[in-house]
């Protein structure tokens, strides 16, 4: 039972552009949104969160919005760079135990 | 290196032999939680722990799987007599606290049961 959907397995962005990946939940207990970033061979680095109380967070190039109503979020890179090409997870928490992962989006950024 | 730490970064077991995977977690943090990756899929809790205690095994699988926390030294991840589905990529993360949703991450483990 997949809690957490990424439903586009990859993304290209001309470098410069905005980047716009999409996520939905199905749980609505959850509270505590994250973004990772994960290289090939690397564990994922966590890129940014948001909490359920909020819709939009903002930190330089990253944005993360949440539509509560539509179980929706999303994360905007922009401007995009080609550093920015790695796979993207998306990931739920309802209490910090443990987090729900989507299956991810791989980014390729075009230089 | 301040980072979430893991070894083997690739391990390599026959059918039936024991996987040992071994996490450190960053400094002052105390909170370690195990994932599991397949091919083509998202990460899946298996289970989180604290010094000494198993706080949630609900991802574990029931049976030849077992984790560990000790007082002392790295978490351990024990899987026993492997098989072709265990192959994996197995990642460790680690919080400073309870209540802390932010988990960093490890570089994982490959293990390929052959």
């Known amino acids: 039972d997949q809690q957490v959907k990424q439903n586009s397995p990859s993304l290209s962005v001309q470098e410069g552009r905005i980047s716009i990946l999409n996520c939905d939940y199905t749980?609505?207990?959850?509270?505590?949104f994250l973004w990772y970033k994960k290289y090939p061979a690397e564990g994922p680095t966590f890129l940014i969160s948001?909490?359920?109380?909020?819709d939009k967070n903002e930190d330089g190039r990253f944005t993360v919005f949440l539509n509560k109503s539509a179980k929706h979020l999303s994360l905007h890179i922009v401007p995009s760079q080609p550093g920015d090409s790695a796979v993207y997870f998306c990931?739920?928490?309802?209490?910090?135990?443990?987090?729900?992962f989507g299956t991810g989006t791989r980014l390729t950024v075009i230089p | 290196n301040a980072g979430v730490m893991q070894n083997p970064r690739h391990l390599v077991r026959r059918r039936g032999q024991e996987a040992r995977l071994r996490c450190s977690p960053m400094?002052?943090?105390?909170?370690v939680y195990w994932y599991r990756q397949l091919p083509e899929e998202g990460l899946k809790f298996m289970v989180y722990?604290?010094?000494?205690?198993?706080?949630?095994e609900s991802g574990m699988p029931k049976e030849r799987f077992s984790a560990e926390f000790p007082k002392e030294g790295p978490s351990i991840l024990r899987i026993q007599q492997v098989v072709r589905g265990d192959s994996a990529a197995y990642f460790c993360?680690?919080?400073?606290?309870?209540?802390?949703?932010?988990?960093?991450f490890g570089p994982g483990t490959r293990l390929t049961v052959t």
């Open positions: 400094k002052g943090h105390s909170h």
């Open positions: 749980n609505s207990m959850f509270d505590y």
């Open positions: 948001i909490s359920s109380i909020k």
């Open positions: 990931a739920a928490s309802g209490g910090a135990n443990n987090l729900f």
């Open positions: 993360a680690s919080s400073p606290r309870q209540g802390t949703y932010e988990q960093y």
């Open positions: 722990l604290q010094k000494e205690n198993i706080i949630d």
